[in-house]
């Protein structure tokens, strides 16, 4: 696994005080990585400190808290590692997720961190003097709570989010089809709801928002809840019908047979709906969710103003995509990981300048079709009332219609034009040694 962070070399050194470096870090875990989290304090001896947990089929799996070295190999030779692990506990299954406590003016006390598996577990990190390798001290993680809908048994939960605005709040979706919110501190579930029709695979809370919430699910779609009112919820978006190609289709050996639709073989459609795995809301501007779905290799993004339909196509992996995640600190810049051994980052600002630009000239023209409308309709309404001259109205009567058909034209054309997603390809790519199954941007990149 690796891990780019700039470096800060003395003590007191702080991230104003120097620009970041372009650095490739390492960490050689010995078990398959499967979630992974940066911690969100700022202070330095947590700053470059991660927690990572393994995917083992076995009965005991690992949760791990990484840092980076202070004597990192500042040549970055590729076989030698910069983290050491600080502290370990094991869990029976392995996690879907991690998070560290959302840090309020770069500092949390207590320090949590949270997973979910089996239930949501949090663990209180303690750091100590104790010495550990590479020459950082040890961390000691104490389970503080283990929470669960039921004490016989709960559904596996699937996903969570850390409420940024209330960090008491904690919401978690699982294969139940159910959402749950957490409140931390009783340790007691604040509310459980229905959120979609089968499994729901991820839920986020919408930037800057305590009450408002969007998860994905097997149905796939994206809905909205709103804790305020939760006898509603809006549907912002549904992905597209999966296609099976037919046994009998003559064309199946052809290449192109298999391209489009989101990287599912195009082909006839079926009445399946391709499950939506994962999504990402955009941490600056929170009407932007980027979601991917079951075995496809494009991002789509969508915008929550204009539901229905993605606005943007994210178009470059070669194999199935697992991860996603939007920048800290940019509202355009998003990042992608998946089965190609890739790690792809987007920028999307001249797509949605673009169509920014398309919607402006579509409104436009709806004003232009509907003002000539009205002018064909006024100049048949004065010839019918003999205010017109009866030289006229036939050639004015005939120029507005015309103008008016036409124009109804070019609007028609430039709504359409805005409800296709704008295809937008990496702006960086890194390859990686084996499929990527998570990825995380820091804090402060």
């Known amino acids: 696994m690796s891990s780019g962070s700039p470096f800060y070399p003395g003590p007191g050194v702080t991230p ?216 509603h919820s809006t549907i912002l978006y549904e992905a597209p019908a999966a296609v099976a190609p037919s046994s009998s289709d003559p064309n199946l050996g052809d290449a192109s047979y298999f391209m489009g639709n989101g990287g599912v073989p195009a082909a006839r459609l079926s009445s399946l709906v391709s499950p939506l795995l994962r999504l990402s809301c955009n941490a600056i501007d929170p009407n932007y969710i980027a979601t991917f779905a079951l075995d496809s290799h494009i991002v789509s993004v969508i915008d929550i103003r204009n539901p229905g339909t993605a606005v943007v196509q994210l178009v470059g992996h070669q194999a199935p995509i697992h991860a996603i995640s939007w920048s800290p600190t940019s509202s355009s810049q998003l990042c992608s990981a998946g089965a190609d051994s890739r790690v792809l980052v987007w920028d999307i600002q001249q797509a949605l300048t673009t169509r920014q630009h398309q919607q402006r000239q579509a409104l436009a023209a709806a004003a232009q079709a509907k003002q000539l409308s009205k002018l064909t309709a006024a100049g048949r309404g004065d010839y019918e009332d003999g205010r017109q001259s009866p030289k006229s109205p036939v050639s004015a009567s005939g120029a507005h219609t015309s103008s008016a058909i036409q124009a109804v034209a070019q609007a028609a054309a430039a709504q359409a034009l805005t409800q296709q997603p704008t295809n937008v390809a990496p702006s960086l790519t890194y390859a990686a040694r084996l499929p990527v199954n998570s990825l995380a941007w820091h804090q402060n990149s």
């Open 16 to 231: 104003d005080a120097l620009s970041p470096r372009k650095e490739i870090c390492n960490y050689f875990s010995a078990y398959p990585v499967y979630s992974l989290a940066w911690s969100r304090r700022e202070d330095r001896n947590s700053m470059f400190r991660m927690a990572l947990s393994s995917f083992l089929e076995e009965p005991t799996n690992k949760v791990q808290i990484a840092q980076l070295s202070p004597h990192h190999d500042p040549s970055h030779t590729p076989e030698r590692p910069d983290f050491g692990v600080v502290g370990e506990v094991n869990v029976d299954y392995p996690l879907t997720k991690l998070l560290w406590h959302p840090a309020t003016n770069g500092y949390a006390q207590p320090d949590l961190l949270a997973g979910t598996g089996d239930s949501l577990r949090l663990w209180e990190c303690e750091q100590t003097s104790e010495p550990a390798e590479m020459g950082l001290c040890k961390t000691n993680m104490h389970l503080r709570a283990k929470m669960t809908t039921r004490a016989d048994y709960s559904e596996p939960i699937t996903s969570f989010d850390w409420n940024q605005v209330d960090p008491r709040l904690v919401i978690t979706s699982s294969i139940d089809t159910t959402c749950t919110v957490w409140d931390i501190e009783t340790q007691q579930a604040k509310t459980q709801l229905i959120a979609h029709d089968r499994e729901v695979f991820d839920v986020s809370f919408v930037a800057n928002s305590q009450d408002v919430f969007v998860s994905a699910g097997a149905d796939g779609s994206i809905r909205m809840f709103d804790l305020r009112s939760l006898e």
